[in-house]
Every structure is written in C-alpha cells, then in structure tokens.
C-alpha cells in the first residue's frame, strides 16, 4: 500500500524459500525457491508445494526447514520453521502371510476423507477373504471400494463395524504360480465434524478368514481363527491404526477495501455512507470439498469488525460506516476484522468538514429594477439574482494540512 493506504495496481513477485538445516545440507545440498506475483486487486497470490529431496526424510531423525518470504529482491523474513516427518520405514515381509492397511501419516482435520489400501501378500493368488473394520466414534467408514469385475462380495454393518465378504469370481482362471503382494480393497473414511483435535482416532481391522489358490485357510502370522490385520500408521506398524486429527485452525486474514480515502459528508447532509470490505481466510488446510486434499488457496469468509476510534468512523456489519455523529477525522482510522482469535485492520483515511460551512454569494446587494414588474405576480417589482455557493475546509485532524472544497452540490441534495 503507498501513503494514501492504496493498493498498487502493478504486480509485485514475492518469494518463499525453503532453507534446510546444516544437517539437512550435510546429507544433500539444495535450494528450493518459488514466486508468485500478487493479484492486482488483492495483493494476493499461491505458491505451490516445493518439493525436498527424498533423503531428507531419515527415520528416526527430527530435521527441519525453515520457512521464508519477501518482496523478490529484499531481505526474506522468517514465517515458521516445519519439522520433516519420514514415513514409516516398512519392509515387504510385513505383507507375508498378513493383511496390511497403510493410513495416511499426514494430519487430518474434522470433515476431511481419505482412503487406505488393504494388502496382503499370501504367495499365492486369494480366493476368499473376510474382512471386519470398527472405527471408534470419531471417524465414519464412508465405503469399502472393491473390484467388481474380479470380486463378488456381501457387506454387513453392525454398529461401528463393517464386514466384507469376497470371493474370486474365476478362481480357476487365477495365476497358479507364486503372485506377491496383491491389493485386496480400499477403504475410505471421513473424520467426523465433531471429532477432538490434536488427538488420535482409532481403527481395528479383524481378519475372519483368507484363502489362496494353495491353501484353504491361511493362519495370519501363523495363527489360527480371526486375528487383528496389521496398520502401517504415523505411529509405527501396529495391530490398532491411528490417524492424527489436526485443528484445522484459521491462520491468517486478508482484509481490503476498493476505496481507503473517505470524505465525511454525512456529517454536512445527514445521509450515511458506507464502504464494503472484503476478508478472506487463510486456514490450516483449505479445500474445496470433503475429499480433496490441502490446497493453497485463501477464501472469502465473513468476519467481525469494528472501528479502533468511533469518533472517526463506524461500521455496520463489515462495512465502514459514516452517518454524521463523528467529531473528527484522522489519517489512521482503522477497522479491525477478527475470526477465530486471528485479527487484522484495514486502514482508512477520513477527512472531516469543519462545522458551520461557509455560504458565498456572487453578490451580496440586491437591488429593484425600478421600471420592472412580474406580471405573473401581480405587479410585483422585480429584484436582481445572485448565485449561492456552499464551502467547507476538510482536514484529517488536528496538525494536518486543510482543503478548502465545495459542497454546493452535496449540501443542495
């Protein structure tokens, strides 16, 4: 913004950079850099996701990168620092003679879905397989996703558990000879809108039964009946599966206004002015709906506002409001917009009319035209005409130049 709290209509190149610890460049030496040039309008703009070297992510280690903006070819200023989180280091014979469900490691929020996949790796080709899943009351099991062409299978729900029974449907055309790993289904869920924050949810998945083309009932690690399935998790390899429930908090507010100079004439005419002011929010993962993932956006939101100084100006709704009680005028009369415990202002400049105006005439004698009369009017004489003119001196306050302007016109209306 320039002096008159304006907002620039060139475009502006900011940069984010992401800075590895000396640890971090120890293991590989990089620079991940990105710009954006801000909307004219908003002075807003996205950044995509930089991407960090894979060998970052060492298990067991707790690295981080810090986080820095700027104007593109200033001094960057520190945002955050953000710990590197490696994903569980899983060896492939965790799959043998087991079922596998790997859930998500990143947070999640209230409202949001994601799916897992269910794997086994039984050698051979599966036949059979039943499958129990329970959810504890915080995550909702929105659907068990199979291949239809290869699987015919019944479900059945009992309170927070769900059962899916498959069978081949052409068994004997199954691959006969050793097959690996095979993925069995997907599971999607949602975290509930109601679920606690900064906390875990749970997930049971029970194996009632497996077969393959070689053996009619396999023992899950070897045994024998309905055995717990194995999770791969943000917590480690497990026999219960956890995700993380995040606040998916209200970070930042953008607040701006199409006009920030306000010329108080409510305060000559009586009649109220206001002037919108568009906010937007910035939260911890914005998304377009309940199964898209974090984006990188900011969305219009509606927020509180309200003037820092009601002697210079007032607001209705989120709006600016001037109805002509204010005493004065001023060149930082703010409006403060908060949401959530995040707050921001929009700043105004108002200039205030001093109070009583001045009339001015073209002339200020009027004289009778002696040999005229208005017959319209019965004879009356007739008088020469002069023009009207209404001034008023407006300042920002006390210390600040004035402008002498005229308000015929407004006064008039």
């Known amino acids: 913004r320039d002096a008159d709290f304006s907002s620039s209509l060139k475009s502006t190149s900011v940069t984010v950079s992401i800075v590895p610890e000396q640890s971090l460049l120890d293991i590989q030496s990089t620079s991940i850099t990105k710009t954006c ?55 492939d014979s965790i799959y043998v003679d087991d079922v596998v469900q790997e859930l998500p490691g990143r947070p999640l929020y209230p409202g949001q879905r994601f799916t897992s996949t269910v794997e086994t790796n039984v050698q051979y080709s599966v036949t059979t397989f039943t499958l129990s899943f329970t959810v504890d009351s915080n995550i909702q099991l929105v659907s068990l996703n199979i291949d239809k062409g290869k699987w015919t299978s019944v479900l059945t729900t009992s309170g927070d558990t769900t059962v ?25 869920y949602q975290v509930r809108s109601t679920a606690p924050t900064g906390a875990f949810a749970e997930l049971k998945m029970v194996v009632e039964g497996l077969s393959s083309t070689q053996v009619a009932r396999v023992k899950v690690r070897g045994e024998s009946g309905s055995v717990d399935g194995t999770f791969i998790s943000r917590t480690g390899i497990a026999r219960m599966g956890k995700v993380y429930v995040a606040d998916d908090s209200v970070r930042g507010l953008i607040a701006y206004t199409s006009q920030s100079q306000l010329v108080n004439t409510a305060r000559l005419t009586g009649t109220s002015l206001q002037y919108s002011i568009s906010v937007l929010q ?36 989120c709006k600016a409001l001037l109805d002509g009680t204010e005493t004065k005028g001023s060149s930082t ?27 001015l005439s073209t ?32 300042s920002l306050g006390q210390g600040s130049s004035a402008f002498v302007v005229d308000v015929t016109r407004v006064v008039k209306s």
Not at 63 to 90: C, E, H, M, Q, W
Not at 334 to 352: A, D, E, Q
């Open 37 to 91: 040039s801000t909307n004219v309008n908003t002075g807003v703009c996205y950044l995509t996701t930089g991407a960090l070297p894979a060998s970052y992510f060492v298990p067991g280690e707790s690295f981080s990168v810090a986080i820095k903006y700027g104007i593109t070819g200033s001094a960057l200023t520190d945002l955050s620092n953000v710990p590197l989180r490696p994903r569980v280091s899983v060896d």
């Open 164 to 188: 899916i029974a498959a069978n081949l449907k052409s068994p004997n055309s199954a691959p006969q000879g050793v097959v690996g790993k095979v993925q069995l289904l997907t599971v999607t």
């Open 282 to 317: 910035c939260v911890t993962c914005p998304r377009s709906s309940v199964t898209s993932a974090c984006s990188s956006f900011c969305s219009g939101t509606t927020a509180s506002c309200a003037s820092s100084d009601e002697d210079i100006l007032h607001t209705n709704g």
């Open 333 to 359: 009369g703010n409006v403060i917009v908060s949401k959530s415990g995040v707050s921001t202002s929009v700043p105004f400049k108002v200039w205030f009319p001093t109070t009583p105006i001045s009339l």
């Open 363 to 394: 002339d200020t004698v009027l004289g009778k035209f002696g040999t005229f009369s208005l017959d319209s009017e019965m004879c009356a004489p007739k008088f020469q005409t002069a023009r009207l003119s209404a001034v008023a001196s407006f």
